[in-house]
């Protein structure tokens, strides 16, 4: 089966304009996580999805960024107004359900590098 | 919140043995994960670790201390192809798998 999908894979945008990232998990997992990278750093954590609904929020840096899973697979994320600190590669990693001691394990996908000039 | 430590760099031979290590400090511990990365490529998983103790899978194998909020990933006989960065990543919650990155160790495996 295939794994996580990513699209685009680069996006290069002005300032201030409006992105939509998307992310396709691997068919079944029911939990959806986006990241963000930035060089030389490890994955920083925006928002987890539990099926459709935003389980946890609390990485997301400020109401320019929002996302949505509508049918719980696909999953797009938005940011509005973008800026040049937004510059980084936005990782999505699917999981089979999120949680459990079973559950350790985070798929990720080739992830968009996204350029504000 | 949560901060994890790991080194920066790490040389190696190719054929020997590495160890990164990581230290972490949070609230909430649940078990401490590792994951390698190719320069442009996607983080792959390689292990984890909820209990004290040793988790071999093939040549590499990671540890947990509890007690001293520590880990390490061991790479057993060293290939060009090991060349990568090693995140490790603290969980947090046994409701659902919300897990924090170090910053990242770059592994470099000379001849």
């Known amino acids: 089966g295939a794994g996580v999908s990513q699209t685009p894979s680069n996006k290069v945008t002005e300032k201030g304009k409006y992105v939509e990232l998307r992310c396709d998990p691997i068919?079944?997992?029911?939990?959806l996580y986006w990241y963000r990278q930035s060089l030389g750093q490890g994955p920083e954590f925006l928002i987890y999805?539990?099926?459709?609904?935003?389980?946890?929020d609390s990485g997301l840096p400020n109401d320019r960024f929002f996302a949505v899973r509508p049918e719980g697979s696909v999953s797009t994320l938005k940011i509005q107004r973008t800026e040049r600190g937004d510059s980084a590669v936005y990782l999505c990693?699917?999981?089979?359900?999120?949680?459990?001691?079973?559950?350790?394990?985070?798929?990720f996908g080739p992830g968009t590098r996204l350029t504000v000039l | 919140g949560q901060s994890l430590e790991q080194p920066s760099e790490v040389t190696a031979v190719e054929g020997a043995i590495v160890q990164i290590n990581c230290t972490y400090q949070?609230?909430?511990?649940?078990?401490l994960s590792w994951y390698q990365q190719h320069d442009g490529g996607a983080p792959t998983f390689l292990s984890y670790?909820?209990?004290?103790g040793l988790e071999e899978t093939g040549r590499f194998s990671s540890f947990l201390s509890r007690s001293d909020s520590y880990g390490y990933l061991l790479l057993q006989e060293l290939q060009m192809k090991d060349s990568a960065s090693y995140f490790c990543?603290?969980?947090?919650?046994?409701?659902?798998?919300?897990?924090?990155f170090g910053t990242g160790t770059k592994l470099q495996v000379i001849p």
């Open positions: 068919s079944g997992h029911t939990a």
């Open positions: 949070t609230s909430g511990f649940y078990g």
């Open positions: 670790n909820g209990l004290d």
């Open positions: 990543a603290v969980r947090v919650s046994g409701g659902y798998q919300k897990v924090t």
């Open positions: 990693a699917s999981s089979l359900s999120g949680g459990g001691a079973t559950d350790n394990e985070q798929f």
């Open positions: 999805f539990q099926g459709t609904g935003a389980a946890d």
